[in-house]
């Protein structure tokens, strides 16, 4: 469900020259094609964070731990100006994130499951906040909270954190007992993906000291604080929390204050009654450099729930009095105020791309700084107006760069192996709905692409479903072109990028209008004569994957079809995944709205017509879209006989993580649709 540049150097045509190349360079030629193996040695980077003075920045690298099978994450450093990029940390066994730097750039504050010597015996440690010092050497743990660390962030002096962590599991002194204790719950919400099963445990504020590691409990009560933010001035903490008679029944977050000393009054400061800053979008409260206004982002009312585009919101803290500078009908993350406090820095996202920009506070004005087909996830500002910013394209992943004077600088490149890759650019396709409607696609053509020859066609849906197809890395779609497919991306209504009246097209509607669009898309591949109408394949994940459900319940024209955690029943659904809330938002009840419930089960009530030959997966510990989901059309299908195959991942939660799981789920979409397609001849 909802919660995922090099110029083209034009087709190459191989069949010609065949006869010229001896079996070491045909060789050469399959290695520079990236395949399944490939995805395991992509690193991943994320939270990059500037130094105050802004001449260093650290930054997250999470790769595959093959020996071990398991994702590792470590810090890295680099200076702006791209010397000296160091590896900070190296732990095999753990994994280290959210690095921040000490105001005085001496130190760097981190999380890590590392063990401690308090930890010797246990079968796992905790999360807890560590330091190091900031050029490299001996980290030594700060926090010792029972239940470990969920985040954190420093003091302006560097004395203290303000950070987050969940009650603890057993009173204090108590021993670990030597089974789990019975699973009780009365909560609304009493299921997380992320945390898992949810009690009367919340997780809360706390002061810690840097020098003792004495930790100091601010706020209490049955809901949960999360992203801390702490005035430059160091007298208030703000944060996000729901509050209210039952805090899981509402998406109606706010944002708080509270002195940094124990027994201070929390003050509420937002009052909206939709969503104040949801914690989804990973975007803390940033305060104005003065200290006076914070920037945030806010939704629509509760009934539109993810529908609504992501305003960028200021609020003056002494009056409480907001305002919203550029209504723009577009999502907007990650921001940051200039450090003259006249204007903030922001990713705003447009249709297949996200880009950063500068929101000028007095007038509203909106000034790209980055251009182009590419899509930014993330970025920091330093205290003398220092800008690193992560982003990709097509054929790049995420790498880090400084924004020096209007252009992209890059500071780092994890995955320069790709340099020697044969990659597959996408390009933007734009047409019509049947009623009309303005859509778009992105398409990649197969590696050796010849003009005139239809090639099967692999359709992907994407998650969300408030999301969208854009400008990044896609490591399967590489894959695919590699092999020869190519691969069609619809960006159908109810994606993000275009609007409100866009996204909620879909509203309490879904496999309808979005069915459609990516009808419409293949439709249009086909006339372009790129597309073979006899080996259409289609496939997604989460709402990709309820989407595809509906799609091949409705049409018989794809041959394959990969659905991953998802569900053609939402009957199932409720009360076994993570969103009752927003199903009753969006569908009222089930017994009190069966209509909008047939509708949405639509493919589970008429599995009779379903032909296609469908692949479903899921993780068997996934609370977001539970495997009753996939089990439950895997076994309509095979009550039919129509082929069909289920793959249970153990273990996984809603994206399987483990490297040979990864890999094991690409090779298998793969054989899957290579079964199915490449037998058929080609259209002519």
């Known amino acids: 469900m909802k919660r995922l540049y090099r110029p083209s150097t034009g087709p190459t045509r191989w069949l010609p020259l065949l006869v010229l190349l001896s079996g070491t360079a045909l060789a050469h030629a399959a290695e520079t094609r990236f395949s399944v193996a490939d995805m395991n040695r992509l690193a991943d980077v994320s939270e990059p964070a500037l130094s105050r003075d802004g001449t260093s920045v650290v930054y997250t690298v999470s790769s595959a731990n093959l020996a071990r099978d398991q994702p590792q994450s470590d810090l890295w450093r680099v200076r702006y100006d791209g010397s000296e990029r160091a590896r900070l940390t190296h732990t095999p066994d753990s994994d280290e994130s959210l690095p921040q730097w000490s105001a005085d750039g001496k130190f760097i504050a981190f999380l890590s499951d590392r063990k401690r010597e308090a930890d010797a015996g246990d079968d796992a440690a905790t999360t807890q906040v560590w330091l190091m010092p900031a050029d490299g050497g001996e980290a030594r743990p700060v926090t010792n909270l029972p239940s470990g660390v969920r985040d954190f962030v420093w003091s302006p002096d560097g004395k203290q954190l303000a950070v987050i962590a969940f009650d603890p599991e057993f009173p204090p002194g108590a021993s670990k007992p030597k089974n789990p204790p019975p699973i009780v719950t009365d909560r609304f919400q009493f299921k997380d993906d992320d945390s898992g099963w949810l009690g009367s445990r919340h997780q809360h504020l706390y002061l810690v000291d840097v020098a003792s590691g004495k930790a100091v409990q601010l706020t209490t009560g049955k809901h949960d604080e999360q992203l801390p933010a702490w005035s430059p001035d160091g007298k208030l903490i703000a944060y996000v929390t729901k509050r209210g008679a039952d805090p899981d029944r509402t998406l109606d977050y706010d944002i708080y204050v509270v002195a940094p000393h124990a027994g201070a ?41 993810y529908y609504a585009p992501w305003q960028l919101a200021v609020i003056d803290v002494a009056s409480g009095k907001a305002t919203l500078p550029a209504p723009i009908d577009r999502c907007v993350t990650k921001v940051h105020w200039s450090p003259d406090g006249k204007s903030i820095l922001a990713l705003i996202e447009q249709p297949e791309v996200t880009h950063l920009a500068r929101i000028d506070l007095p007038s509203g004005e909106l000034t790209e700084l980055t251009h182009g087909d590419r899509f930014d996830v993330d970025l920091d500002v330093s205290a003398n107006g220092r800008i690193v910013l992560l982003g990709g394209d097509d054929t790049h992943p995420y790498d880090l760069a400084a924004l020096d004077h209007g252009r992209l600088r890059p500071l780092d490149d994890q995955n320069a192996w790709l340099r020697g890759m044969r990659l597959a650019p996408s390009e933007t396709l734009h047409f019509k709905g049947p009623d009309g409607t303005a859509l778009d696609a992105l398409l990649v053509r197969p590696l050796d692409y010849v003009p005139g020859k239809r090639y099967p066609t692999i359709v992907r849906v994407h998650g969300g479903p408030v999301y969208q197809f854009s400008h990044e890395f896609m490591p399967d779609w590489q894959v695919y072109a590699a092999r020869g497919f190519a691969v069609l991306a619809v960006n159908p209504r109810g994606s993000s990028g275009r609007g409100f009246d866009f996204a909620r097209a879909i509203y309490a509607d879904w496999g309808n209008k979005d069915t459609q669009d990516v009808l419409a898309g293949v439709d249009h591949v086909v006339a372009m004569g790129i597309a073979d109408p006899a080996r259409l394949a289609i496939g997604g994940w989460s709402y990709g994957a309820i989407l595809t459900d509906e799609i091949i319940a409705r049409d018989t024209r794809f041959k394959a079809a990969i659905s991953g955690a998802g569900t053609g029943n939402m009957y199932g659904m409720y009360g076994d995944d993570e969103y009752a809330r927003e199903y009753e938002l969006e569908l009222g009840t089930p017994w009190a709205n069966r209509a909008a419930w047939d509708r949405a089960s639509y493919p589970f009530l008429h599995a009779d ?40 991942y153990p273990g996984q939660h809603h994206e399987p993580t483990l490297p040979s799981y990864v890999r094991d789920r690409m090779q298998r979409n793969l054989d899957w649709y290579t079964r199915f397609l490449e037998p058929v001849e080609p259209a002519r």
Do not use: H
């Open 265 to 305: 009054k929390e003050r509420q400061l937002t009052t909206f009654p939709g969503s104040d800053l949801d914690p989804y979008w990973g975007t803390r409260p940033a305060w104005s450099p003065d200290s006076r206004r914070i920037a945030y982002l806010q939704s629509g009312e509760d009934k539109w729930i």
């Open 609 to 648: 017509r379903i032909t296609t030959p469908t692949l479903f997966q899921c993780g068997e510990r996934d609370f977001n879209v539970p495997c009753i989901g996939a089990e439950q059309m895997y076994q309509a299908l095979r009550s039919l006989d129509v082929p069909t195959q289920l793959v249970v």
